[in-house]
């Protein structure tokens, strides 16, 4: 698969005009900057669509922090998302066309784990998105996954493994949990995950267009620009899925009852650090700040302040109110990136340098940062590594690895320590 700069851009957020960072150096400060202050997007490297991405790029090394990246498996077409389970020997990553692939104890198995390009619309920003297995896989034998439909809209749906064909789930076993409307093609979202409470998350974008305006981030009565929380219960249930009685809109009657946080712009990778029970979330920024968000366990209902804010800043006005928003625990400007791509806590990793920290990117200049999890107010990131890498999605692997896919390089990647 070739891919323009633009293209890969495109699969996480539209911005018309903007230059693509081709690479960045330095640390990041959190200095506040007042409201109105203005600051355009840095103009490096080379015009938005304008780069053809075709062998993989070179791994990247941080000398000073003894950081690299080793291949886990190549040949993947578009990898936008991972998932795991309690198996050490396998990976599944799903590709933008509809497509979930396993990498079975380092190799790339040659059968598709799933295969539905009959039914995705694949291109830009949309396609298969998402990919969660449920905490109980293999005994609970669904797999959850937020695809573009041939309409145009957003499908949360389930899919079965039959115990006596393990390798392979049933394209015919689908089970649609929900669908929702997209009114224009870009900021899909697409992100899910499993609480430690077993619901099942899923990460909406604001609908699109730019700058939301249709409004979607602020408004209850949508579930587009959310984090929603759904209970999948158990295999053939009569209901595709319940809403939890202690969602924040459970009982309200002028709010959707599956959303759980709004305003939220496009919100790329969601991800629960599991001793905590915390949840991480990237959210990408219009065409000036990239954030990171952080809900602490047993909290819910917070507003992340789109569209009234981007990042800790006003947008599209010197003033704003800011009663009630929470506001991001990191953010980095366009000098940096332009398509923030959210992490994991790398607990356990038998890399020092990422132990104990949060750990995320961005596609567009392949910079990986770290942040310290235990920290609620604003903070720098700290650089980690200086790829070049076009990285669309970060998990965690069996052992506690991190994991990362490459969308240009078309491949699976771990940070390791430097050798």
Not at 84 to 99: C, F, K, L, S, W
Not at 354 to 377: E, K, Q
Request: proline share 7%.
């Amino acid at each position: 698969m070739i891919l323009t700069v633009a293209a890969r851009r495109a699969i996480l957020t539209s911005l018309a005009g903007l230059a693509v960072v081709a690479a960045c150096a330095g640390s990041l400060t959190a200095t506040a900057v007042p409201p109105n202050a203005t600051r355009s997007p840095s103009a490096v490297g080379t015009p938005a669509g304008s780069i053809v991405m075709g062998a993989p790029s070179s791994s990247g090394t941080s000398s000073d922090k003894g950081i690299a990246l080793a291949v886990v498996a190549s040949q993947l077409d578009a990898p936008v998302d991972i998932a795991t389970t309690r198996d050490p020997g396998r990976i599944y990553v799903a590709e933008q066309d509809g497509a979930i692939r396993t990498i079975s104890n380092g190799r790339l198995d040659v059968t598709p784990f799933l295969d539905i390009a009959d039914r995705v619309s694949s291109g830009g920003e949309r396609g298969l998105l998402g990919l969660a297995l449920h905490p109980a896989f293999p005994t609970d034998p669904r797999l959850f996954v937020d695809y573009t439909n041939t309409a145009g809209d957003t499908v949360i749906a389930s899919f079965r493994v039959d115990a006596s064909t393990p390798d392979v789930a049933d394209p015919a076993s689908e089970r649609v949990l929900m669908t929702i409307g997209q009114p224009y093609a870009n900021h899909n979202g697409g992100a899910l995950a499993f609480g430690r409470d077993g619901m099942l998350y899923i990460g909406m974008g604001d609908g699109g267009s730019g700058g939301d305006p249709q409004g979607n981030g602020q408004r209850l009565d949508t579930l587009l620009g959310k984090i929603l929380r759904i209970d999948v219960g158990l295999p053939g249930a009569a209901a595709p899925y319940a809403v939890p009685p202690d969602n924040p809109y459970a009982t309200a009657t002028n709010a959707r009852p599956e959303i759980w946080l709004s305003g939220l712009r496009n919100p790329w990778r969601i991800r629960f650090d599991a001793p905590t029970g915390d949840l991480w979330i990237g959210d990408v920024g219009q065409d000036r700040w990239e954030e990171i968000d952080v809900i602490r366990s047993g909290t819910g209902g917070q507003d992340l302040g789109w569209n009234i804010m981007e990042g800790t800043h006003c947008f599209g006005a010197d003033t704003c109110d800011r009663t009630g928003l929470t506001l991001p625990v990191a953010e980095y400007g366009h000098d940096a990136g332009c398509a923030v791509i959210g992490g994991v806590v790398a607990r356990g990793s038998a890399v020092p340098a990422i132990r104990d920290r949060y750990v995320f990117a961005d596609d567009c200049s392949g910079n990986i940062w770290t942040l310290d999890p235990s920290v609620d107010a604003l903070q720098a990131p700290s650089l980690l590594l200086g790829t070049g890498r076009t990285i669309s999605a970060i998990a965690l692997g069996p052992g506690g690895d991190v994991l990362l896919t490459d969308v240009g390089g078309r491949q699976l990647l771990r940070i390791v320590g430097a050798p």
